[in-house]
């Protein structure tokens, strides 16, 4: 832990310049980036096929059991770095998605991919999931900020690494890039895990904004920490644990929310391209469509976080979801570049100006304790959605030839994700609310 200690103290150092928080929020967007080469998985396709003559659906299928890997290992990963620490959740990590993909270049049989593409996919919890719940123990002031920078990192992951896969390909053949990604991973992940740190107390540090060990400020109407009346004071919320977050209304509400807005992104993800080419749109076009979503997602991430500290947390994620429901009811009616090109821009900030939030309304609503297995739990939930949207678009699309029905469920998910959350409520303990009913 040499190289992190040196780090810490470089931080800790001369007049402070650097709060160690800021380390942790770049730890968590390189972390998140690694998700990159899962959805490279396409690179692959036409390799995979020349070689051993595999259908297109026998290997897309593995995203489906990917993601099924995620659903279930999402909450066990949170539970187990509430418990042991992030750090070696990390390394965990590391050493899973690093052999799984070393493996996938070592196979001769479809299962033998699978076996090989699941293993990697263990990992995946913990380069995901974590880095939203790691970043909030850091960060009281500037935590829309910090939420926005480490969900970037899934954003950024495509553009680095499809091109990356492409261009080992091309060199070295699919086997030979296959070993190289699987010890880049294993790099990346170690050194993201040499540098983390839990939490600020573990070297001697207090989140961001919170300076005395007194007070105690509550949140207000929007999910936030209300500092107004003293900003030093230490937010001295109730830590839940996840038994007791499953049995109030907000966790309910918080895992709808996620779910619906999960289906609309990935069935927008999938079948756009699919839309635009039947929409008279250039395939070159529509395929960069679709690179464009994730770009400038980055850039809604980095914003909607900071919009947040600025607007609250609510008030910005009912803003992104209801414009994001209009503008799929504009979609089935986009059939020019120009107009397609507006869409993609447009859609895809304001879906990466609703990432950072949900994370955070978690967060600020059930403390940091058991913050990493209550945010595995509704993960998982999302997950689903993801499941869902992808389906629902294909089905539909089966069924009637088109997408206008489809597109027009995805802005009624965001629709009614959006009005969900003028009904969140700050939770009540199920035993605070069982006093408060027997003295009523």
Same mark, same amino acid.
């Given at each position: ?295 400038? $997602? *980055?850039? !809604?991430? &980095?914003? /909607? =976080?900071?919009?947040? +500290?600025?607007? #609250? ?72 959605? $993801? *499941?869902? !949207?992808? &389906?629902? /678009? =294909?089905?539909?699309? +089966?069924?009637? #030839? ?39």
């Amino acid at each position: 832990d040499y190289i992190g200690a040196k780090m810490r103290s470089f931080c800790r150092g001369g007049d402070e310049k650097i709060f160690y928080g800021w380390i942790i929020a770049l730890c968590a967007f390189i972390s998140a980036q690694t998700y990159g080469f899962f959805f490279s998985l396409g690179i692959f396709f036409k390799p995979l096929q020349d070689e051993f003559g595999w259908g297109a659906g026998e290997i897309s299928i593995i995203h489906s059991f990917h993601i099924a890997v995620f659903i279930v290992s999402m909450p066990i990963v949170g539970r187990l770095a509430d418990r042991h620490g992030i750090k070696k959740i990390f390394v965990i990590s590391a050493f899973l998605m690093g052999i799984g993909f070393f493996l996938c270049g070592m196979v001769d049989k479809l299962w033998h991919f699978y076996m090989a593409y699941l293993i990697a996919s263990l990992g995946v919890a913990a380069t995901t999931g974590l880095p939203t719940t790691i970043v909030q123990r850091w960060f009281v002031k500037k935590k829309g900020l910090a939420l926005g920078i480490a969900a970037s990192g899934i954003g950024a992951g495509p553009l680095l690494a499809a091109p990356l896969s492409e261009y080992l390909i091309s060199l070295y053949g699919w086997r030979v890039s296959y070993f190289i990604i699987g010890g880049l991973v294993w790099i990346i992940i170690m050194l993201v895990a040499i540098a983390i740190v839990d939490k600020p107390e573990d070297i001697n540090l207090r989140p961001l904004g919170e300076e005395e060990p007194h007070g105690s400020p509550t949140m207000d109407g929007n999910g936030q920490i209300d500092l107004s009346h003293n900003p030093s004071a230490r937010p001295k919320k109730k830590e839940w644990t996840a038994r007791d977050a499953m049995r109030t209304r907000a966790f309910f509400t918080l895992g709808i929310i996620w779910l619906l807005c999960a289906i609309p992104i990935h069935l927008i993800m999938i079948h756009i391209v699919n839309f635009a080419i039947n929409a008279g749109i250039p395939k070159e076009t529509a395929a960069a469509g679709l690179g464009f979503i994730g770009g400038v $997602s *980055i850039a !809604g991430r &980095l914003l /909607g =976080g900071a919009f947040a +500290d600025i607007m #609250g947390l609510k008030r910005s994620l009912i803003i992104a979801t209801l414009l994001s429901s209009g503008m799929l009811i504009w979609l089935p009616f986009i059939n020019t570049t120009n107009a397609f090109y507006a869409f993609v821009i447009i859609y895809g900030f304001l879906y990466g100006a609703r990432v950072p939030q949900i994370p955070g309304l978690i967060g600020n609503y059930f403390g940091n304790k058991n913050l990493a297995e209550i945010m595995g739990l509704l993960w998982a939930v999302a997950a689903i959605g $993801s *499941i869902i !949207g992808s &389906l629902m /678009g =294909g089905f539909i699309f +089966d069924s009637t #030839g088109g997408y206008f029905l489809a597109f027009l469920l995805a802005s009624l998910c965001f629709g009614t994700a959006g009005l969900l959350v003028f009904f969140l409520k700050t939770p009540i303990p199920f035993k605070d609310l069982k006093i408060k009913k027997e003295q009523i």
